[in-house]
């Protein structure tokens, strides 16, 4: 049997043992607790965070998603135009002296449609761009300009035709005395497709070369021009690829030419550099 010393060594033991297993189970208790607090309060500031967020991004995201309908409907009314576009088509027109927003009264009435980034827009150009300053300044014709953005897509995700739609709008409404030569500027200057592009720094500097003032050419440079006139861009080319009047047997292309409102030179007639003028005299019968 054992002795008395050596039952109350295990009882020491056995105490010390339930004592240890009581501390453990305190912690643990504590430690849960602890726990419990934090969790709570990251909830709570989480819920903070979550509600300032939503009273910014909804009101936001109405405002936007107002835009975006307004850009999918092809409203012109509700988004930002150019003051010297025509506020039901986008178009910028242009009279003898080369200023945005003005006309040759009872002309014959050239509409472009293009997007800068367009390898075809730029022969167009090459081909009558001359023809058509000679019919302008000589009060012929009046030029209606329709910059628009479809070929994104083939920037290397550099939204070229964009952007520079955009400077196109921004030069129409601070700097429209400059708005043709800027139109001819950009075709000298422009990037192959699917190529680098021209960065708003070099947009910028193609406008002051083209006598655009160096504070308006600056709004380009900084991005303020696709601020202003991104969803400008984005319903007028909205409503010209959706108008079946443009379309031509593969839907609607650029460039897309109209004399007097009627689409001209869908089969190519414009590469004779004859074509146009004759087209001209013949509408002004």
């Known amino acids: ?3 008395n010393e050596t039952q109350t060594k295990a009882q020491r033991r056995e105490a010390a043992r339930a004592e240890a297993l009581a501390l453990r189970e305190a912690q643990a208790k504590r430690d849960k607790r602890n726990r419990l607090i ?8 989480v819920l903070v965070l979550v509600g300032v967020f939503l ?11 107002k835009t975006i309908d307004a850009v999918a409907a092809g409203n012109l009314a509700d988004v930002t135009n150019p003051a010297t576009s025509d506020a039901e088509d986008g178009g910028i ?5 080369g200023a945005a927003g003005t006309e040759n009264e009872g002309a014959v009435e050239v509409g472009v449609y293009l997007d800068y980034m367009c390898p075809i827009c730029g022969q167009f150009e090459e081909t009558n761009g001359a023809t058509l300053d000679q019919l302008r300044e000589s009060g012929d014709v009046t030029v209606v300009l329709h910059p628009i953005s479809i070929l994104d897509r083939v920037a290397q995700s550099q939204q070229f035709s964009t952007r520079s739609a955009a400077a196109a709008a921004w030069v129409a409404d601070r700097a429209p005395e400059s708005m043709n030569d800027f139109n001819t500027a950009m075709f000298q200057n422009q990037p192959q497709e699917g190529s680098e592009t021209l960065t708003d720094a070099q947009i910028a500097d ?3 070369q083209a006598g655009v003032p160096a504070d308006v050419a600056a709004g380009i440079e900084d991005g303020t021009a696709v601020e202003t006139f991104g969803d400008w ?4 080319s909205s409503l010209v690829t959706q108008d079946a009047d443009l379309a031509g047997d593969r839907g609607f292309g650029t460039p897309t030419i109209t004399i007097n409102g009627e689409v001209w030179g869908k089969s190519g007639e414009w590469a004779d ?8 005299a013949a509408a002004q019968g």
Do not use: F, K, Y
């Not at 934090?38 to 500031?45: E, F, K, R, W």
């Not at 027109?93 to 002296?97: L, Q």
């Not at 861009?233 to 007028?236: F, G, K, L, P, W």
């Not at 550099?273 to 001209?280: C, K, M």
């Open 1 to 3: 049997m054992p002795s």
């Open 38 to 45: 934090t969790i709570g309060a990251l909830v709570a500031g």
């Open 55 to 65: 009273a910014v991004w909804i009101p936001a995201m109405n405002d936007r998603n």
């Open 93 to 97: 027109p242009i009279g003898a002296d």
């Open 206 to 208: 193609i406008a002051e």
């Open 233 to 236: 861009v984005a319903t007028a």
């Open 273 to 280: 550099p004859a074509a146009l003028p004759a087209a001209v």
